[in-house]
């Protein structure tokens, strides 16, 4: 697959995506980690304990998908200006595979960069970059929008 | 809109489904809560903390995902016979706008029930019965399976 | 289900939808018609013929997203102001069941009109009003932009 | 991407694929062609003509959806055992740029295959070899049944 290289509009977009990625309470609460950032790429990874799984023993689906829905915003907000943030349109989430396992990656790919509208595809595997599987896949829809907080 | 009434295939299928999600780990974690549950039909609440929240203060979007995602699962469960178990295969979901607000209610509905795949629609509301505002749908495609556990 | 009634940006909204419909090479092709044209909501219906269908008999899964992508069009199109376009930025589609018949009947309803971007749910039915069958559920993501053309 | 090999389930899996695509009327009425058949792999092509464009002369969204939701059934049919057939469950497409041009290519791929669920990408690009243009991504869940027909 030939990646497109994209360029940031922001010098010191690695910051401030990692900046907002470390103020979400209920990924920090999760244990989600922001593991690299590149323009229109970003991996997360989480160590997986007892309380993240379903009744089963497997990886719940929830954990999954916050995983794929924050790791979409991380990497779509590598490629947005400096005052601008992007919120999550809708996405469209596969299981493949029960996920069984100790830690989770996910990586994700901005698809298309856009002022207005961005689209990120994700990866999501098990059991760290040896031996990994893919289990799930994610297309996400992001809206860029002007930043307005405190 | 008029609902089809679904008949059940197990009549002991309320406290089997009540079972299956009172012993998910995450869900307990999260303190998402079963609050009705009928033939294709079920209703989910949470009562949102810091903890569940994004930067901005909104829900994280993780959170509605997790609790679309449990509450299909529930309302297939309804429509299956003792022994099987449903597995999301993927779902849709969409972010209608930011979610303030200290409580979610979230509706599931089968809008077509299968020997060996259902479909269900889910609504997330924010703030309660009296004031409520939609801030999420889903369309999820779940799995019938033979249940393999302990 | 509640439907909250939309203003309509543009006095003109009817015969603005009407027009882009009826110009729309591929959709005359087909033989799809544009029934009904309120604020938010709009009602399209297709005379299946053999060519509509595939190897089995049953209507094409391609005609029905056809008609359900026209018909989100045109439902987003009756609230946009004048000058404005609607573009499909993505869409899932489920289908329920089969499509045997000679006709579809397809409803779209907006479900969170915005200046930018618009959410519309599709609901497609075989066989007219009176015994009529949901075959396919929709959700489809627009943006509104300006129109440029001739 | 490191790409799995998948082994089909029918020596004759190439045959009983191209024999289903040549006798679906929608398909052969819009000009559509199957390109490659392998092994969980399959691309389709069609030659863009007026009546497959839209307003103002882009290619229209449902040519692109049949496109894709045929050549999933085309790819998924690769890796099914003999009198069986598949069926769309549901799919999601993005339309990444508006579609100018004289000529598409789809690819499909297939990314999980299975005994009753099979899940394949769908890339579909304009312009040909040379130059082409990814304009759209799906994701399919196709349904592995019994085939029932003459």
Request: glycine share 8%.
């Given at each position: 697959?030939?990646t497109?290289?994209?360029e940031?509009q ?6 401030l ?10 990924i920090?609460?999760l ?9 229109g790429y ?9 309380r993240?799984r379903?009744q089963n023993?497997f990886?719940h ?6 995983m ?7 990497t779509?907000g590598?490629?947005?200006?400096e ?12 299981f493949?595979r029960?996920?069984?396992g100790?830690s ?5 790919r901005?698809i ?7 689209r ?8 760290g970059a040896?031996?990994e599987?893919l289990v799930?896949?994610a297309m996400v829809?992001?809206a860029v ?5 405190s």
């Amino acid at each position: 697959m030939t990646t497109t290289k994209f360029e940031p509009q922001s010098p010191d977009y690695a910051r401030l995506v990692r900046n907002v990625f470390e103020r979400t309470p209920f990924i920090v609460d999760l244990g989600i980690r922001l593991e690299t950032v590149d323009a229109g790429y970003c991996v997360t990874s989480l160590a997986v304990t007892d309380r993240h799984r379903q009744q089963n023993g497997f990886i719940h689906a929830g954990v999954i998908s916050t995983m794929a829905d924050q790791t979409a915003g991380a990497t779509a907000g590598t490629l947005v200006k400096e005052g601008c943030n992007v919120l999550t349109v809708e996405y469209t989430i596969h299981f493949l595979r029960a996920a069984r396992g100790e830690s989770l990656r996910c990586e994700g790919r901005v698809i298309k960069p856009g002022k207005s509208i961005s689209r990120v595809e994700i990866s999501v595997y098990i059991n760290g970059a040896d031996e990994e599987t893919l289990v799930s896949r994610a297309m996400v829809t992001l809206a860029v929008v002007q930043y307005v907080g405190s």
